[in-house]
C-alpha cells in the first residue's frame, strides 16, 4: 500500500461518503426502515435478508441499493457508531 506523502488535511471524507451525502441531500435516497438499520448492526446475513425483504416490497429501490448500503453502514453499520456531518460541513474529499 502506498504510504501519504503529505498530511491530510483536517476533516476530510471519501468521495463515496461525499456522493452520499450530495445524493441524499435531495431526497434521492429513499427513507431506510428502522428494522433495516437495526439489522446493519448486527450480522451481515440478517441484514442482507432484511435489505432484500425491503428491496423485495419495493423494487424501485433497487437502483438506490449502493447509496442505502453506504448510508447503513454511515449510520452505524456493523455496530460502528458514526458522527459523520451531513452535506454542508465543513469537510473536504482527502484524494
Do not use: Y
Not at 442482507?48 to 441499493?65: H, Q, V
Amino acid at each position: 500500500m502506498r504510504q501519504p506523502l503529505v498530511e491530510p488535511l483536517e476533516n476530510c471524507r471519501e468521495a463515496s461518503q461525499i456522493f452520499t451525502d450530495i445524493a441524499d441531500k435531495p431526497g434521492i435516497i429513499p427513507e431506510i426502515p428502522e428494522d433495516v438499520l437495526q439489522a446493519a448492526r448486527g450480522n451481515r446475513l440478517h441484514f442482507g435478508a432484511k435489505l432484500m425483504e425491503w428491496a423485495a416490497k419495493e423494487p424501485a429501490i433497487r437502483s438506490k441499493m449502493t447509496f442505502i448500503l453506504a448510508l447503513c453502514t454511515m449510520q452505524g453499520g456493523n455496530g460502528i457508531k458514526s458522527e459523520q456531518p451531513r452535506l454542508g460541513s465543513e469537510f473536504h474529499s482527502c484524494q
